[in-house]
């Protein structure tokens, strides 16, 4: 940074939405723009500037990428011309999604790994690591640095920290173990299992001595979670003619936990299959973004039958227990009992593109952008 | 009892299951014939026989009176010439089902209020009065008394231990607290509610501050609802076109508890007004029941997105607390703190026709049958 004195302007690249999606979204709904970002706290703020490192490509997303008809648990990104109109929603939106709206206005906003540049907070100094809510831009203003966690351990690749270190780790975590509930010789199934929270999820499962089975979308995802996770068994899901006969015979005795990603017909197939008592931690359902008709679960039923208890949650519930959580992971992941895989796109330019991915199942690994090396 | 001797032959009444059902049943699927019942325990077992004086119609039965392709929560009715492939599924019964299949072939079972006629347990008198799961019959040998409840406030209707005082009490008890976790101020919605469970659970709600308001599907039991049972408000479902506006009307904050007895386009309305942490006990799906094709629920990614939690109760879990919950109930009525409505029909003929009207909506109040009165 010896070349860009506080305050001084500098370009700054950023993606930007160009219109709202309904359907398969494309790339072409972004765009990259470069313009100008001031380095500068504003006079007396105790807000901060930080330098985007690493930012993440999460499923949620999505939603976020299509107007909403009635307030959804995340704001849709904001194009500019609709600031007024999104006023309204304000109240429901969780705090780190609430503060952005105002300072990045028409550039795309999510999980990101950052330095800080200039600070007027006194609890973030310059050169600090931090991750929280940033913006898909290289340099962004923070008004409420109180909402972002410092790295505790520079020591691994802070891009960790858009995942396991970050909000799909804490979400595998504290969905497994404070929804999910599990004991030693459940049965769990994890869908969606290579990606950011399920290969953690099936590790987790693994470490408590549970028997776990993951489904993914490709052969080479089915190869990681038998072959670098440690998953009991895994399938190929779209090799799977009869979903429901498939976990009957993966699961013989059903399943006794579910880790939800991925929802529609998946579920439906899963509730076939759960055990009395059986628990399902719904962290997404990505199989149903895209789609204008979603899938009607037609079995819900199953949740009486078999007295099932299935509890969404969102991470930013757990964040009161993120310090506690990033010890222990920081700690599985240099013993070496977790392992990890990332799919990193180089430059905010693939940014789009990596996003998109996330729907066709391209990425292998939890999906992240590098936008610059510290 | 003085002219039946123990020992002797008396003629019994029954209502058996003619056929399987499928779509919406006949009372011509049952059939009520005269056979005979020994008034005598076996010599050295510990069974006892009951008359029965009050048999219950629940919803729940109407899955019994289908042929299942895979095991169900309750095993079906048993027609006789099937007994050896219900064998198989012997293990998933919750114990009270367990026990009827041998001795009460071909007739229906279900819970009731019985006198003891006869008894081979040391527990278990002549002449004690005690409720469980029994047979739509005259009088029921009895295998196993310990899956009988004592009545403990005879002082009042026994009937009542068919509904308020019985299963379909212990259900909206168990319920609404354990499971709804229901706080001073909560907004309720509660469906099916001028049922068996659902007044229940509306009154319990008003005695804990809650707001409560409860859907039926006539003027008649809507009336009850405001007029009786005391719910803030009430309306007729019938007469709502859209569901989801309507919610929105009576929940402009949204709901924090649905007691959930309906499942289908009433449970996707509630998805879509729940508030955030919101819970929804589950206790049965009756719009459900009758379907071939079941209704497919779109919204579920609702349980995600406000961080729901959907959980199922069958009321043999909580069985443990049945004589804290008598005394509590018992309290309650003697008190006039809670009030209840039973619609009873008289005689065993009356049974099928009875059994089915909770599927029409017939019923006003808790449905039962009157067999004999003490």
């Known amino acids: 940074m010896a070349s860009t004195a506080a305050g001084e302007e500098v370009p700054n690249k950023r993606v930007v939405l160009k219109h709202y999606v309904t359907g398969f979204p494309s790339a072409d709904a972004m765009e990259v723009l470069t313009g100008t970002a001031s380095l500068a706290v504003p006079p007396g703020s105790s807000a901060m500037v930080v330098k985007n490192l690493y930012i993440s490509c999460d499923p949620y997303m999505r939603d976020r990428m299509t107007k909403h008809e009635r307030p959804s648990y995340v704001p849709e990104f904001v194009l500019g011309e609709d600031l007024i109109t999104n006023l309204c929603y304000k109240s429901l939106w969780p705090p780190p999604f609430r503060w952005y709206k105002f300072i990045c206005l028409q550039t795309l906003v999510n999980f990101g790994v950052c330095k800080v540049t200039a600070s007027g907070h006194s609890d973030y100094k310059v050169g600090d690591l931090v991750w929280g809510v940033t913006g898909w831009e290289e340099y962004t203003l923070v008004t409420e640095p109180e909402s972002f966690f410092k790295i505790h351990h520079p020591e691994l690749p802070l891009s960790y920290y858009t995942g396991v270190l970050g909000m799909p780790g804490l979400t595998a975590w504290a969905g497994f173990f404070q929804v999910g509930k599990p004991k030693k010789g459940d049965y769990v199934f994890v869908s969606a299992a290579s990606g950011a929270v399920g290969q953690l999820v099936g590790q987790l499962a693994k470490l408590t001595g549970c028997y776990v089975v993951g489904s993914?979308?490709?052969?080479?995802?089915?190869?990681?979670?038998?072959?670098?996770?440690?998953?009991?068994?895994?399938?190929?899901?779209?090799?799977?003619?009869?979903?429901?006969?498939?976990?009957?015979?993966?699961?013989?005795?059903?399943?006794?936990?579910?880790?939800?990603?991925?929802?529609?017909?998946?579920?439906?197939?899963?509730?076939?299959?759960?055990?009395?008592?059986?628990?399902?931690?719904?962290?997404?359902?990505?199989?149903?973004?895209?789609?204008?008709?979603?899938?009607?679960?037609?079995?819900?039923?199953?949740?009486?039958?078999?007295?099932?208890?299935?509890?969404?949650?969102?991470?930013?519930?757990?964040?009161?227990?993120?310090?506690?959580?990033?010890?222990?992971?920081?700690?599985?992941?240099?013993?070496?009992?977790?392992?990890?895989?990332?799919?990193?796109?180089?430059?905010?330019?693939?940014?789009?593109?990596?996003?998109?991915?996330?729907?066709?199942?391209?990425?292998v690994g939890k999906q992240l952008v590098a936008v610059a090396r510290v």
């Open 216 to 363: 993914a979308g490709s052969d080479e995802k089915v190869n990681l979670l038998k072959n670098k996770f440690g998953f009991d068994e895994a399938f190929n899901y779209k090799k799977e003619a009869d979903l429901d006969a498939t976990l009957r015979r993966y699961f013989p005795e059903g399943i006794d936990i579910y880790f939800e990603s991925v929802g529609g017909p998946t579920l439906e197939a899963v509730l076939e299959n759960m055990r009395p008592h059986g628990r399902i931690p719904a962290v997404g359902m990505i199989s149903q973004y895209n789609l204008e008709e979603k899938h009607g679960v037609r079995n819900i039923f199953q949740v009486v039958a078999k007295r099932l208890r299935m509890e969404g949650l969102l991470v930013f519930d757990y964040y009161s227990d993120y310090y506690k959580f990033e010890e222990e992971m920081a700690g599985y992941l240099k013993e070496g009992k977790i392992s990890y895989v990332e799919d990193i796109a180089e430059g905010l330019e693939e940014a789009p593109a990596a996003l998109i991915g996330l729907f066709t199942g391209r990425n």
